[in-house]
């Protein structure tokens, strides 16, 4: 089993399920964590997705009631004056929110992360990945790279199409049948499913899915399709805003336009999606 996880807006993974339960264990991964794995239809908390990741979550242990352990814990973690221990200072990580000492934070070019995310970032470095959204600040993609993303995707499928015009054309020249009215029909009709058919699934397809988060023209470009809160969309949304693209297409092109007074650089189907297209 290969699971996602998502901390602070970013997503991480696929781990294998053994790696999940060690980051539970070490509180990387927490009970409210957003989660996705095969056979989920939308990321959920993983104490909501217990029936599809088999893991256990270990309740809180309770503050000792004993008033002496009380104040035992308490000469630990403050000082007389009620500022943080003597030497130690803790603070949450800028990045995932785990709270570690301060002098543990590793400065990383610009960020600031804790040993949990050192890795990771180490790893979008070496991938080409900009670290200015490590943190969860996104950087919205403009209308110029967005229209250069879709140019890339407008050859591609105009490959796709060509190739399928040869093939019917070709078909139809090599038939011997007397009625060829007919068959132009039919091949007409295949033309036009086979197009429009293969145009959603490649839509849908790369965008709905958690490893690729785009279309090969976005991916070119760097650019991915992200939920407000960082994470992937499903498939079934990615066809609901490929459906509502063509309300945008309609409104004399209006609805793509809005991508250039948005705050967020949304289209007129990003909003109904509720989808964001920002930079890796």
Known sequence: ?????????????????????????????????????DGMSDWLPLSQAQNIIPVTIVPPVAAPADPVNKLKLASRTSTPGGGAAAGEIRINCPNCGIEVPASDLIPFQNLQVCPHCRNHALQQVKEGVSLETFSGNFRYAGFGVRLGSYLIDYVIM?????????????TMAFDSSDDLGIFTSVSFISYMVLAFGGSIAYFVVMMGSPKHQGTLGMKALKLK?????????????????????FISSILLLIGYLMVLWDAEKRTLHDMIADTRIVYK
């Open 158 to 170: 105009q490959v796709y199409t060509k190739i399928l015009s040869f093939l019917l054309i070709g």
């Open 225 to 245: 399709i992200v939920r407000p809160d960082g994470s992937p969309i499903t498939k079934k949304r990615a066809l609901g805003r490929y459906l509502a693209s």
């Open 1 to 37: 089993m290969q699971i996602f996880y998502a901390i602070q807006n970013q997503q991480h993974g696929p781990v294998p399920l053994e790696d999940f339960k060690n980051l539970l264990e070490q509180g990387t991964i927490t009970p409210e964590t957003l989660v996705y794995t």
